[in-house]
């Protein structure tokens, strides 16, 4: 899986980073597990076709002393469908720069 990883997280991050993602993206449906919406601006032309399986997400996994944001474009409505893949450049630069203003915004010295 290609991932966007931060790692050595001290505790304190690891609560704020936790706190800020349940306050922006609600509670985690599995534990540390969080559906980040992508700007629907960055929908590939498929992606945009695909009405039905819109919105599309990542998905951001805080682990104790990391965070990892999945590079993969999903939908919740379906596991398997053509409009699902690896992020294009544009989404992957996107999703960098949303974390890492999270880590700004926190302060978070990563």
């Known amino acids: 899986m290609k ?21 922006h993206f609600g509670p ?3 534990k540390d597990v ?3 919406p992508m700007d629907p601006s960055l929908y ?3 992606q945009a076709a695909h009405t ?4 599309f997400y ?5 682990h104790p002393d990391s ?3 999945e590079m993969l474009v999903r939908t919740q409505h379906r596991v398997r469908c053509d409009c699902m893949g690896y992020a294009g450049e544009d989404q992957r630069t996107w999703l960098i720069r949303v974390i ?3 880590f700004e915004e926190l302060m978070i010295q990563a």
């Open 3 to 23: 991932q966007y990883v931060i790692d050595g997280l001290r505790p304190k991050d690891r609560q704020l980073l936790e706190s800020y993602l349940e306050e």
């Open 28 to 30: 985690a449906q599995i």
């Open 34 to 36: 969080y559906w980040l």
């Open 44 to 46: 590939s032309p498929t």
């Open 52 to 55: 039905d399986c819109q919105p």
């Open 58 to 62: 990542f998905v951001v996994v805080l």
């Open 67 to 69: 965070i990892a944001a």
């Open 100 to 102: 890492d203003s999270i």
